[in-house]
């Protein structure tokens, strides 16, 4: 409530993927209360995205108002209504705001004109906009080298919901599911409040997960080509490169991108990368000691990956699927590479269960090819190099009981260990670290790690 609050007129702009609740956490803040509220409309031209809105003008307290001529006028609108308005701090919320900017509008001109010609020489207008094409907004608003350029006075990127906070959400619907379900829903899901506010009571997370994805009229069935449509005004780029990184778990560097997904090696694949991740549907990393130009892209949308494993280019599929196949091949994999990715969501409870949250760290993957001195190659998923002397190798175990470390993982787990440490020419103590959702089972390879990491740590805020 800082810039609701200050004695200046305030830009704030709110950006997020799809679903992730910006529009519910801006209308709860203010009560739903707005001097002026309006939503642009998905995929129409300029005439009709002006003529919604004159509604939202009349709706708003204006009585008598024509179609704006253009966005320029509209905006001369709208100042002339808030000059109406009594004293005090005049809210206004624009939502889905990249819809409005439709080819050739002079959109952006016309937003540039109303904030520094009006707004900004007010000391009584906080405008808020929102939308979920946060690419737009970046490539729009922030990197605008005209008249928006460091216009914005607050930005806040809403993530999504980490374990603790779905938990808490679906306590505060009344709905029972162990901490083990909420793992694997997230698994699924990812953190998006919308998907979890689809949840059925007296379902078991596989049920509901049937239901949801696998069922004829499964609400999140359809949704892969609605969340990337509403993102991208030319969604089909984007989808190459999605669809090239969906089948590839460690991702791809530029060249085998263009090379496997026979994408064009040019200045849009730039854009379409720095969007996605920008959107957080790709990350994008580096093992240490490989250059920035071979850089990987990964996919790491909890959505996006299990639509591609188990729905993309499938038909029929049966409607009880994910409870019938429990502790098969595929889903045993999904299942593995799934929890990975939750682990390094939840990075920041990884260090407080390892109490160096006030320690600063770099946390990188690496990776060593075959050697003839040194013998087979090795990976690690999760290095945390610490500022106190120390690494973690962290290695992440998906299991449904406790796990039993072998005599396989012993000797997998001193081979890195022993890798790591030739290659890196490090001299920090080396502390494996083991995350597993129950623990380790007591056993004689039980003190192979120094650490453990189990799903209570994972849940903590």
Same mark, same amino acid.
């Given at each position: 409530?800082?810039?609701? #609050? ?33 939503? *642009?409309?998905? #995929? ?104 928006? @350029?460091?216009?914005?006075?607050? @930005?806040? @990127? ?82 190459? /490169?999605?669809?090239?990184? *969906? ?75 994910? &409870?019938?196949?429990? +502790? ?38 690496? @990776? /060593?090819?075959?050697?003839? /001195? ?17 690494? #973690? ?13 072998? +005599? ?14 030739? &290659? ?38």
């Amino acid at each position: 409530m800082r810039a609701y #609050n200050s004695e200046y007129s305030e830009f704030v702009a709110v950006t997020g993927r799809r679903r992730v609740g910006k529009t519910f956490l801006i209308r709860e803040t203010f009560g739903y209360k707005f001097a002026f509220q309006h939503s *642009g409309l998905a #995929n129409q031209k300029t005439k009709e995205q002006l003529k919604e809105f004159r509604l939202s003008l009349i709706k708003s307290g204006m009585k008598k108002c024509r179609i704006p001529t253009d966005w320029f006028d509209a905006f001369f609108l709208l100042s002339e209504f808030l000059d109406r308005k009594r004293k005090g701090k005049k809210v206004i919320f624009i939502d889905e705001l990249p819809w409005m900017d439709a080819p050739r509008s002079n959109f952006v001109s016309a937003l540039e004109h109303f904030w520094n010609g009006y707004a900004s020489a007010r000391k009584d207008i906080l405008l808020i906009i929102c939308g979920s094409a946060t690419s737009w907004i970046i490539n729009n608003v922030f990197r605008n080298h005209g008249g928006l @350029h460091n216009r914005v006075t607050y @930005h806040i @990127h809403l993530q999504p919901f980490t374990l603790n906070e779905c938990e808490k959400y679906v306590k505060s619907r009344h709905l029972k599911m162990s901490r083990f379900e909420l793992l694997e829903t997230y698994m699924v899901m990812g953190g998006i409040p919308y998907y979890w506010s689809l949840l059925e009571q007296g379902k078991s997370a596989a049920q509901n997960i049937d239901n949801l994805f696998f069922s004829p009229r499964g609400r999140l069935n359809y949704e892969y080509k609605e969340l990337y449509d509403s993102l991208f005004k030319n969604p089909e780029p984007y989808l190459n /490169v999605v669809s090239a990184l *969906g089948i590839k778990r460690m991702g791809l560097t530029r060249e085998e991108l263009i090379k496997e997904g026979n994408i064009g090696n040019n200045g849009q694949l730039t854009r379409v990368l720095q969007d996605l991740e920008a959107c957080g549907f790709i990350r994008k990393y580096r093992y240490k000691g490989i250059k920035r130009s071979n850089a990987i892209f990964q996919l790491i949308d909890n959505y996006t990956l299990f639509y591609y494993q188990f729905l993309h280019d499938t038909a029929g599929t049966d409607e009880a699927f994910w &409870s019938i196949n429990t +502790n098969t091949p595929v889903r045993n994999t999904w299942e593995g590479l799934a929890f990975e990715r939750v682990c390094f969501e939840h990075f920041r409870q990884i260090k407080q269960a390892l109490g160096i949250s006030g320690v600063s760290t770099q946390v990188f993957s690496w @990776h /060593v090819l075959k050697d003839s /001195v040194y013998g087979a190659g090795a990976q690690v998923d999760m290095v945390i190099d610490r500022s106190d002397q120390v690494i #973690n190798l962290c290695e992440m175990k998906f299991s449904t009981k406790e796990y039993a470390i072998d +005599n396989e993982d012993d000797i997998d787990f001193r081979h890195k260990t022993g890798r790591f440490i030739e &290659s890196q020419k490090t001299h920090k103590s080396i502390h494996l670290t083991l995350i597993t959702p129950f623990g380790v089972k007591q056993n004689l390879y039980q003190f192979s790690v120094q650490n453990v990491i189990t799903i209570e740590e994972l849940f903590k805020e």
